[in-house]
């Protein structure tokens, strides 16, 4: 605390050396503040020499704001006698001396006489003092309790605090626990939980957050302020995709295009006609795909980042439109085409039940956060929910979903998201019974939701794909341009390293990505040679992305850096690449 030795108990605490003291009080001991007059103790601006002055090439920096910062952070690092010379040598003391005495008076216990110096620390707002101030007489409350002194305390509840008439909520709490004492270590917050030296440090960054920081430096200020200088390089970086890429204090943050998945790392082969979706699980272990050929694969991720069919799951009578992992990834939904929902076990790939709605057909399917529930888009337009035994649980009738639809639940279970109508997307609050609508100007052909469930993308007939805040009133954020749609469905997803990414199919054969917050193309992926259906990006490796499409294949997405050791080219449908596409 600028200075301020707080290592020992409080109310064990000695007074600080004459040597500290200088450190802190600009030469001037406690004892002579105290003999000082209350004018002499009046905090006012503190005056420098070249108080004006800026440091750094673009004349922002002032330097006092600079060395007082600097200051502080020695000290919080326990370079004590190193702070003190800086304060010597510049001139510029951390706080002045009648802010340095309440510090002291803080850490010492001194509850009246802290909160005497506090009104003469000159704060302009008399809101802010008396906040101060029931903080301070708050803590002399819970010490005198901890202390058995209850008469003591019940004396300041009725004299001192009330009277501020401040908070009082927390003054009816304060009361109870004269009624209750047991009812003290409920009501007490952490840095009131004992008489400790660091309950009262914890009481002074409380009250630095009342008090102007001109007047008292803020705890970490230049550790917040060199965080968040590195924070918005990251975020200004257009590739930043890895967790392993460190961020160094000596140069700007900057990463290159090779942290993006651009090279075919594999090819699979197994399905033996249109590929229209896939999806990894969420512990990244697995990668689904369907099919126009009326099949579902689960792949499985090895070691070496390579994939291998763990099972072809066969049984629908139509092609299959969509999957759905459950929250545990050890089952898995199929979708047939306006047909039935089957549900598998990952592990040993059995059918463990088919779900349908007689008269109807099913266009989409989903999971319950809980796992408890599955639901469904029926072709009759409505949205229907079963437990996994089968039985139907509710139905929501009317315009709710389209033949063709995705359709998502958020994680807390109470939305459900279903396209409603050509150009509109319900959001639909099973709880509150309330609906909200996104509505487009143009046909939607599908939708993704962001994994914090506050962001919709939504891909749009007029080959855009946009980018929706549902996090409260819906707001449009970002349009994503380049891709080619005008026949097929085409599906888009969030990806990379806190989903900073948008990746896309496309009809013209390629893999689209885009940087999510400035909307900018980054690439434009070949390798393909029909329409790009469907693209999944791996929750777990931000370096792996999946694309399926019309040539019947799927193609494994890595860096250029990226090597797979295998001894055979070809096996079990699988195709290792070597660099090339």
Not at 1 to 21: F, H, I, N, Q, T
Not at 78 to 107: C, D, R, W
Not at 478 to 493: A, L
Request: glycine fraction near 8%; aromatic fraction near 6%; charge should be negative.
């Amino acid at each position: 605390m600028g200075g301020v030795e707080d290592d020992e108990p409080a109310l064990k605490r000695m007074k600080l050396s004459s040597e500290e003291l200088r450190g802190l009080s600009n030469g001037q001991t406690v004892t002579e503040l105290v003999a000082g007059s209350s004018e002499d103790l009046m905090a006012r601006p503190l005056q420098f020499e070249g108080g004006d002055e800026v440091v750094g090439s673009k004349g922002v920096i002032k330097k006092v704001e600079f060395v007082r910062i600097i200051t502080k952070a020695l000290y919080s690092l326990g370079y004590k006698k190193t702070s003190a010379y800086l304060e010597e040598e510049s001139g510029i003391p951390l706080h002045s001396s009648v802010v340095n005495l309440f510090m002291q008076q803080i850490l010492d216990g001194n509850w009246d006489g802290s909160v005497a110096t506090l009104h003469k620390i000159g704060l302009p707002d008399e809101g802010t003092v008396k906040a101060a101030s029931f903080l301070i007489l708050e803590q002399k409350f819970f010490e005198l309790l901890d202390g058995d002194k209850v008469m003591d305390a019940l004396k300041t509840l009725r004299t001192e605090i009330a009277p501020l008439c401040v908070n009082n909520s927390r003054l009816r709490e304060l009361s109870s626990c004269i009624l209750s004492p047991s009812q003290c270590f409920l009501v007490s917050s952490p840095k009131q939980n004992s008489a400790s030296a660091k309950s009262r440090r914890q009481l002074l960054e409380e009250l630095q957050k009342l008090i102007p920081p001109t007047v008292m430096i803020p705890e970490r200020r230049l550790e917040h302020l060199v965080e968040q200088a590195l924070v918005l390089q990251r975020d200004a970086c257009m590739f930043h995709n890895s967790l392993e890429k460190e961020m160094s204090l000596y140069t700007d943050h900057k990463c290159g295009r090779d942290q993006i998945p651009s090279r075919t790392l594999q090819i699979l082969q197994a399905h033996t006609d249109e590929v229209w979706f896939l999806q990894f699980s969420h512990n990244g272990k697995y990668l689904a795909s369907s099919s126009n050929d009326g099949s579902a694969i689960i792949w499985e991720v090895d070691s070496n980042r390579g994939l291998s069919s763990k099972h072809k799951l066969s049984g629908h009578q139509k092609p299959i439109s969509s999957v759905s992992w459950s929250p545990d990834d050890q089952q898995l939904l199929t979708c047939g085409v306006e047909e039935v929902i089957r549900c598998w076990d990952v592990s040993s790939g059995e059918c463990l039940h088919v779900y349908e709605k007689a008269g109807s057909g099913t266009v989409s399917c989903g999971w319950f956060p809980d796992g408890k529930w599955i639901f469904s888009g029926v072709n009759d337009k409505t949205i229907c929910m079963w437990e996994l035994d089968g039985k139907e649980v509710e139905c929501w009738k009317g315009q709710r979903t389209l033949k063709i639809s995705d359709l998502e639940v958020t994680n807390d279970g109470k939305q459900i998201i279903s396209i409603c109508r050509e150009t509109a997307i319900l959001l639909l609050d099973r709880e509150a019974k309330v609906e909200r609508l996104i509505e487009e100007d143009q046909t939607i052909t599908s939708f993704s939701l962001s994994r914090d469930n506050r962001f919709l993308l939504v891909n749009l007939l007029n080959q855009e794909i946009h980018l929706w805040n549902i996090d409260g009133d819906v707001k449009l954020v970002c349009k994503y341009k380049g891709h080619k749609r005008t026949r097929f469905v085409i599906r888009s997803c969030f990806g990379g390293l806190d989903q900073a990414f948008v990746a896309s199919g496309s009809e013209d054969s390629q893999v689209y990505i885009w940087h999510r917050g400035t909307g900018e193309l980054i690439e434009a992926l070949p390798g393909h040679s029909g329409a790009v259906n469907c693209v999944s990006w791996n929750p777990v490796n931000p370096h792996m992305l999946a694309s399926a499409s019309d040539d019947r294949t799927i193609r494994i997405w890595g860096l250029n850096n990226t090597s797979l050791k295998r001894k055979e080219t070809h096996s079990n449908g699988i195709h290792y690449c070597n660099g090339g596409t």
